[in-house]
């Protein structure tokens, strides 16, 4: 009996394992859990500050984003109590990255279609990125545990 994997991509979160005897499949395993990327695979073998940088790269527009819920999760359960300024300091990062993502999925939709100028209109928004880049010299890894 032999033993196949298969990530049905990035749409199921998880993979399908196969028992095959000869050309005909006799089982069928669903491994749920796991996106494609091995995310929390990565995960399982590092301690929370590692984790941040995974978490980071994740989605390089909205990179902010993804560490907020994760520190915001870690801090839930080690009970940490986080000061009303960095909460908004960190609302506003996420909000801004989160600006700079639509507008680049507005752009680049629009240039599929073949509207050029909609997209260099939106990477005006890229000047939230500048002001995340004034804060730590970093436009798209902006890791900060």
Known sequence: MTYALLFAGTIYEGAVAFHVEHTEVVDLDPVLGYLHRGV???????????????????DYV????????????VEKLMSIEVPKRAHYIRTILAELQR?????LWLGTHAMDIG???????????????????????????????
């Open 40 to 58: 929390e695979k990565l995960c399982e073998h590092r301690d929370w500050a590692q984790i941040v940088l995974i978490t980071d790269r994740m």
């Open 115 to 145: 509207a050029m100028t909609v997209f260099l209109a939106c990477s005006a928004a890229s000047y939230g990125y500048f002001m995340l880049a004034n804060r730590d010299n970093q436009r798209t890894a902006t890791a900060h545990p």
């Open 62 to 73: 909205a990179a902010a984003t993804n560490n907020l819920g994760y520190c915001e999760t």
């Open 99 to 103: 600006i700079a993502s639509h507008a």
